[in-house]
């Protein structure tokens, strides 16, 4: 982490216990509306800033979050991975960046997600959510 905030690619902040719990709520009532989409890319997407969602709580829970400017998600995969680096939640700390790169080939180059990376995305993010709160994050 402190790596991270001299490599200025997070800045330290004061921890905040309910900036945390609102997005473990947002990534939470993401997840719920996934089994009703059947669009594979919107299935993707929703999934994907669920994930998201997970490591804006962890920075927030552990007083930092991204600069501004590009990089923002980035700057969450390698927080997530510094964090996560044992289970549950390693592996998918691991995926996070993938699917950040899948997420801009859809997006700026119109390159389609099939359902298989849909469904990972799903389980990645439900991963995330599972080891956030066990490492005390929203209780």
Known sequence: ?????????????????????????????RLSQLPL????????????????DVGEALLAAYGCRTRNGPGQHEAVGRFLRALLDSPPGDRAARRFDRLRRARNQSHYDATPVGAAEAALAERTAEELQTAVVARGVGS
């Open 37 to 52: 989409l059947t669009s594979v890319g919107v299935k993707y997407d929703i999934a994907y800033d669920a994930a998201h």
């Open 1 to 29: 982490m402190d790596m991270l905030v001299s490599a200025r690619r997070i800045e330290a902040v004061r921890p905040d216990a309910v900036r945390a719990l609102a997005f473990l709520d947002v990534a939470a009532d």
